[in-house]
């Protein structure tokens, strides 16, 4: 199983953005659909996008038009390009496959 470690967070002001990584352990180029997701205190974990090999892209509304998801699959590696961040958007962030194991994640404050 190709484990998943996320990197990148951190704190930043109302309006800033950020870059996340996660880096595989291994190939993951015949993981059909990579995403992001994200659990704020209190709140259960929810979905915020998805990658598929072929590239398309599915946003959650909330983060729609703010957040990029890519790929790298030379690389192993997911990207979620985060900008004009609110601070709604602080949570935990998770990269996670199907059937695939939750790593620790990355936390993400945006302070207003």
């Known amino acids: 199983q190709v484990r998943l470690v996320e990197s990148g967070g951190g704190l930043v002001q109302a309006g800033g953005s950020l870059r996340l990584s996660c880096a595989a352990s291994?190939?993951?180029?015949?993981?059909?659909?990579m995403g992001w997701y994200r659990q704020a205190p209190g709140k259960q974990r929810e979905w915020v996008a998805y990658i598929t090999t072929s590239g398309a892209r599915t946003y959650a509304d909330s983060v729609k038009g703010r957040f990029t998801i890519s790929r790298d699959n030379a690389k192993n590696t997911v990207y979620l390009q985060m900008n004009s961040l609110k601070p709604e958007d602080t949570a935990v962030y998770y990269c996670h496959y199907p059937s695939g194991s939750w790593g620790q994640g990355t936390q993400v404050t945006v302070s207003a």
């Open positions: 291994g190939s993951i180029v015949s993981i059909n659909v």
